[in-house]
């Protein structure tokens, strides 16, 4: 079993900037790829950002390109979200998932409100 805890989200104004956190904890031995989706009121939960296992490979979605960053640090089984220039519709909540087999694990989503 692995748990996923999301941290660092909060109230910001637009073009500030926000770092969100996933710890993993539990089964942790192996390096999984890692995604963040977020999910805004009334919209389904949609991709954002995701890494591959070694931290070489990302990829993200039109919206956020440029302005967010997704890393891992690995030894601290982390993986993290650098969020600039943030923007009234990067409001929601931000969940982390994990590539784990057989399902991927999901953390609990932390809110994310970016004012005008």
């Known amino acids: 079993q692995v748990q996923l805890v999301e941290s660092g989200g909060g109230l910001v104004q637009a073009g500030d900037s926000l770092r969100l956190s996933c710890i993993l904890s539990g089964r942790t031995f192996s390096n999984y790829a890692m995604g963040w989706f977020r999910q805004a009121p009334g919209k389904e939960r949609g991709f954002v950002a995701a890494?591959?296992?070694?931290?070489?490979?990302?990829y993200y979605t039109d919206s956020v390109k440029g302005r967010f960053t997704i890393s891992r640090d690995n030894t601290k089984n982390t993986v993290y979200l650098q969020m600039n220039s943030l923007k009234p519709e990067d409001t929601g909540v931000y969940y982390c998932?994990?590539?784990?087999?057989?399902?991927?694990?999901w953390g609990q989503g932390t809110q994310v409100t970016v004012s005008s």
């Open positions: 998932n994990a590539r784990t087999t057989p399902r991927s694990s």
């Open positions: 890494i591959n296992w070694s931290g070489s490979s990302t």
